[in-house]
């Protein structure tokens, strides 16, 4: 039903900037959009995320630096990372929730993801 290819990963000094692009097909209204990681040996955790109204929400250790954003029209979800640091690399997935007017929280309320992105931050 939802299908996402997720682009834009790659490796960067600290302090430099990523937009990461995933692009959709299928039914994305009423869907959130989300932007999720997960470094080695670590649980994948939320990064950010957006309705289907644009409104936005941040983990609390990317606010200031990264910005999600979605063109419904072309059906890509956007991240804009900046002043990256070495704890930021991790593998970076796209994901679509359920129908929800509040986007929620757990991973198991995504039922699409993408084949994820890396990205590599060096000091």
């Known amino acids: 039903q939802v299908q996402l290819v997720e682009s834009g990963g790659g490796s960067v000094q600290a302090g430099g900037s990523l937009r990461l692009s995933c692009t959709a097909s299928g039914y994305t209204a009423n869907r959130c959009m989300g932007w999720f990681r997960q470094a080695p040996g670590k649980e994948r955790e939320g990064v950010a995320d957006?309705?289907?109204?644009?409104?936005?929400s941040y983990a609390d250790s990317v606010k200031g630096r990264f910005t999600i954003s979605r063109d419904n029209a072309r059906k890509t979800l956007y991240l804009q990372m900046n002043s990256l640091q070495p704890e930021d690399t991790a593998m970076y997935y796209c994901?679509?929730?359920?129908?929800?007017?509040?986007?929620?929280?757990?991973?198991?309320?995504?039922?699409?993801w993408g084949q994820g992105t890396q990205v590599t931050v060096s000091s």
């Open positions: 957006v309705d289907s109204y644009g409104s936005t």
């Open positions: 994901a679509a929730s359920g129908t929800y007017y509040i986007c929620p929280r757990n991973l198991a309320e995504y039922p699409y």
